[in-house]
């Protein structure tokens, strides 16, 4: 059975750093076209960023120059570092496998003083 878990969300005031991890468990994983996406309260699920099996990555506009997504294909695992958070970046953050629609369970990160 092929799952993703993510981790490493919390509580940071503004201006902190966090970083998620979305380890997955599927073959092929190498290839798999990965992605982190956020929820917040009484808002769509949008899409923050994916990254390709050859590392070419996609930011939301509001996310370009703080948040990097990486992967480490040994681990079978995706990254999203988030830098100088704000309010606005309160959310359920999910990772999700686009090659195969398999999303995690999500991960809250909340950013408040």
């Known amino acids: 059975q092929a799952h993703l878990v993510e981790s490493g969300g919390g509580l940071v005031q503004p201006g902190g750093s966090l970083r998620l991890s979305c380890a997955a468990s599927?073959?092929?994983?190498?290839?798999?076209?990965m992605g982190w996406y956020r929820q917040a309260p009484g808002k769509q699920r949008e899409l923050v960023a994916t990254?390709?099996?050859?590392?070419?990555?996609n930011y939301a506009d509001s996310v370009k120059g703080r948040f990097t997504i990486s992967r480490d294909d040994a681990k079978k695992t995706v990254y999203l570092q988030m830098n100088s958070l704000k309010p606005d970046d309160t959310a359920v953050y999910y990772c999700?496998?686009?090659?195969?629609?398999?999303w995690g369970q999500g991960t809250q990160v909340t950013v408040s003083s």
């Open positions: 999700s496998d686009r090659s195969t629609g398999i």
């Open positions: 990254i390709t099996g050859s590392d070419r990555t």
């Open positions: 599927r073959s092929m994983f190498s290839i798999a076209v």
